[in-house]
């Protein structure tokens, strides 16, 4: 057998997974979810292989040679069988199994990749054309893992649980102390996250994501920001206001001075790199936007940190979806993108109509679909009460919470003229310590300033 990124002898190989299909119960069980028996050329392995797939469905077991022969009714069948067995002498019975494994991945992978453009050009011909569906088919042929690790032997690794209950997880700052005392020191480096903000129509959402961006990339990071509702010029502006401490409004009459303090900022932070990226609403899925940032990667492009905003403008992975089955799956898709590339994602989503007039809307008042309440890893509220625009501030409460504790409340201060987000000194002085949400006492539509709205 040869290793990987030697060329494979497909035709050969199929001798292998046969044999080993019918003598190793594991080695069948490993590959029975992704192969299919048209995946093999030699028309008698296709055969007994369907026979033998078949037996195990029904009996949970593979077959002995006793339990295969009374399965060949047809005489084309026994001679299909003598034929397998014939070839079975052509064969090194003596493997290694993680190779093994490692070029069964291969060839079913390879195989997929080629039913899957058969496919696409069968749609092509007759008009049907699924752009989404495709993707997905290729995705899944790409992604396809054979995974032979067991996880953690939890008993007999007591030893190295017990070394790592010390081991401090590496985080990424919000840039507010208050969040990362309450999540566990910020967000985890290493992904397996989703962090979402909620809150109703022009409270403030781009505005919070715009200034975790900022954040992040001040701290010599590499930040990737998804925008499917604003401009990329319109997020710039609004970065480069909160990096240069220039009202947004007056950047244009201050080109000279701008231009000297981002080319400082770059001196400063030689390592931040941020990509903005613009699609119109509702045209990718995360699937396409995964796409993207593979392309980013190959690039040299590797993200600290991945923000979208926000989750109810990503198209669903398929037609047909009523809006809860639509957010739940791009919810459960955005959660493990930050397995693929190794770093959390930040994003955003609407409150529901039942949180319209009031101040702090619960998780329950997610928009569209709970099944994203379900999914993410920790949900920060976004609402205001009266009379904090003219204190100029914004409240944020923790709704739901993996890494600490939840309905636990404070606010930042907002410098409208920059959109800049701040906390004040007094961070830890907060309604955390009763765990009461603040009253429901303000017409958000009303009391919200024009400069903190989200477009």
Same mark, same amino acid.
């Given at each position: ?267 400063? +932070?030689?390592?931040? %790199? $941020?990509?903005? #990226?613009?699609?119109? !609403?509702?045209?990718?899925? *995360?699937?396409? /936007?995964? +796409?993207?940032?593979? %392309? $980013?990667?190959? #690039?040299?492009?590797? !993200?600290?940190?991945?923000? *979208?905003?926000? /989750? ?144």
């Amino acid at each position: 057998m040869s290793e990987q990124g030697i060329s494979l002898d497909l035709q050969y190989f199929e001798k292998l997974i046969i044999y080993n299909s019918l003598f190793d119960q594991s080695y069948l069980e490993a590959i029975l979810d992704y192969i299919n028996p048209s995946y093999f050329k030699d028309k008698n392995i296709a055969m007994i292989f369907s026979i033998v797939k078949s037996y195990y469905l029904e009996h949970s077991t593979v077959p002995n040679i006793t339990e295969l022969k009374s399965c060949l009714i047809k005489q084309e069948q026994k001679d299909a069988f003598k034929q397998v067995v014939y070839s079975f002498n052509s064969i090194d019975k003596k493997y290694n199994k993680e190779v093994l494994l490692k070029n069964t991945e291969r060839f079913l992978k390879e195989k997929a990749v080629l039913s899957t453009v058969l496919e696409t050009s069968l749609d092509v011909n007759s008009g049907k054309i699924d752009t989404t569906k495709i993707l997905k088919s290729f995705e899944d042929a790409c992604s396809l893992s054979l995974t032979t690790s067991v996880g953690m032997d939890y008993l007999e690794e007591i030893d190295k649980h017990c070394e790592e209950l010390n081991q401090v997880f590496a985080t990424i700052s919000s840039g507010w102390k208050w969040l990362d005392k309450h999540l566990a020191g910020g967000f985890m480096a290493e992904g397996r996250a989703l962090y979402v903000f909620f809150g109703q129509t022009n409270v403030g959402k781009s505005i919070f994501l715009g200034n975790i961006a900022t954040n992040i990339l001040s701290q010599n990071k590499t930040v990737i920001l998804i925008t499917l509702e604003m401009p990329e010029q319109v997020y710039a502006k609004r970065i480069s206001a909160q990096l240069s401490r220039i009202p947004a409004n007056d950047l244009h009459l201050r080109v000279d001075n701008l231009k000297n303090k981002l080319n400082q900022y770059k001196v400063t +932070n030689s390592k931040s %790199k $941020l990509i903005i #990226k613009e699609f119109p !609403p509702q045209s990718m899925s *995360v699937l396409q /936007i995964k +796409n993207f940032i593979t %392309k $980013l990667v190959q #690039k040299g492009i590797k !993200p600290d940190a991945i923000i *979208v905003d926000y /989750i109810n403008l990503i198209s669903p992975p398929a037609n047909g979806l009523s809006s809860y089955e639509a957010i739940k799956k791009i919810t459960e898709a955005l959660r493990a993108m930050s397995y693929t590339f190794n770093c959390p994602i930040i994003s955003a989503t609407q409150a529901n109509r039942a949180a319209v007039n009031m101040v702090q809307p619960d998780m329950g008042k997610t928009s569209e679909s709970m099944g994203l309440a379900h999914t993410v890893d920790a949900m920060i509220s976004i609402y205001t009460k009266e009379g904090d625009s003219e204190l100029g501030q914004i409240n944020i409460g923790i709704e739901k919470n993996r890494f600490g504790p939840r309905e636990v409340y404070t606010h930042l201060k907002i410098d409208y003229p920059t959109l800049t987000l701040t906390e004040p000194t007094d961070y830890a002085v907060n309604s955390e310590k009763n765990n009461t949400p603040p009253p429901m006492t303000l017409d958000l539509d009303k009391d919200m300033d024009t400069n903190i709205k989200d477009t």
